[in-house]
């Protein structure tokens, strides 16, 4: 499981011109998911979803969680994370797992960002999505279950 995480000041997806989920500061997740994926991946990346800390304290050092500090997350699935990118010009998607097995992973670990006592919402899983944020810092990180 990969996940890219911008920390944010404010974030909304659209689909088809209706907003299907927004947050004020936060983190937007963009989450691919791959063959090999299981539940521990997911229960994995919410907990260091949670508790990486990525929020400045009164010395300006990141030392604070997005739960210490206060947040919420934009989550959004996201296939072309397992893009093939190596030969040739257009992309294989192959290491994305396939919807059947991904959207009930990535529904799965939502909910154990929800237990971690986050508020999340959502883009809708497999629609043409656009994703607008303000990037804070601007701070992006790639985190990987394997």
């Known amino acids: 499981m990969r996940v890219v995480l911008q920390r944010s000041k404010e974030a909304k997806v659209t689909v088809d011109g209706k ?6 500061k936060g983190y937007v997740l963009l989450v691919g998911i ?22 400045e304290d009164e010395q300006g050092k990141m030392n604070h969680s997005i739960k210490e500090h206060g947040g919420e997350i934009l989550s959004v699935s996201q296939f072309t994370l397992y893009a093939e990118t190596k030969k040739g010009r257009r992309p294989s998607f192959v290491e994305a797992a396939r919807p059947e097995q991904a959207e009930p992973l990535w529904n799965a670990f939502n909910e154990a960002l ?3 006592g986050l508020k999340v919402a959502t883009g809708i899983f497999g629609a043409m999505m656009e994703v607008s944020l303000v990037n804070d810092g601007p701070v992006t990180i790639i985190l990987e279950s394997k």
């Open 19 to 24: 907003v299907t989920g927004q947050i004020e």
């Open 34 to 55: 791959t063959h090999s994926d299981t539940m521990d991946d997911a229960n994995y990346l919410a907990k260091k979803v949670a508790e990486i800390r990525l929020w």
């Open 114 to 116: 929800r237990e971690q």
